[in-house]
């Protein structure tokens, strides 16, 4: 089986004049990674990230269509399936309300940080690279 394709949010805020962005524990691991997911039917990859954004951290808001970046990584399966390599493709979202229940709510950690502290945190080296330079203000989203 070949790479499979995966769509993220990168969810963002505006705090005290300083960008936060969002990240979110992986259920098992628990590694730091941003709210992503599969191709969904019927929904634009940045329709599909902003429904991962809630069911995984209960955050709102419209995701930009144009895609800021894509990491690889790979996804072990709790069966006995073969390793899965992905790559995810990030659209930005910006937070526009920060939801305290939400479909995942009991099975993941949430974090603001800044994108420095998040690149410090994500544990694959190309998303931490995507974390590190991003700059809303620069990309006038």
């Known amino acids: 089986m ?4 995966q769509f993220g949010a990168l969810c963002w805020r505006i705090r005290k004049d300083k960008v936060e962005v969002l990240l979110v524990q992986t259920r098992r691991s628990k590694r730091w990674i941003v709210p992503k997911g599969w191709p969904m039917e019927g929904q634009t990859p940045a329709k599909a990230a902003s429904t991962e954004a809630f069911e995984e951290a209960g955050v709102v808001g419209k995701a930009s269509s144009i895609c800021i970046g894509l990491y690889s990584y790979t996804k072990y399966p ?14 930005p979202l910006k937070a526009e309300k920060v939801l ?3 479909p995942e709510k009991g099975q993941r ?17 190309e998303l931490a690279q995507i974390l ?10």
């Open 2 to 5: 070949g790479v499979r394709t």
């Open 78 to 91: 709790r069966t006995s399936e073969d390793p899965l390599p992905c790559m995810v493709a990030l659209f």
């Open 100 to 102: 305290q229940e939400y």
């Open 109 to 125: 950690k949430r974090k603001w940080a800044s994108p420095r502290k998040a690149a410090q945190l994500a544990d694959e080296p």
């Open 132 to 141: 590190r330079h991003f700059d809303p203000r620069l990309m006038r989203l």
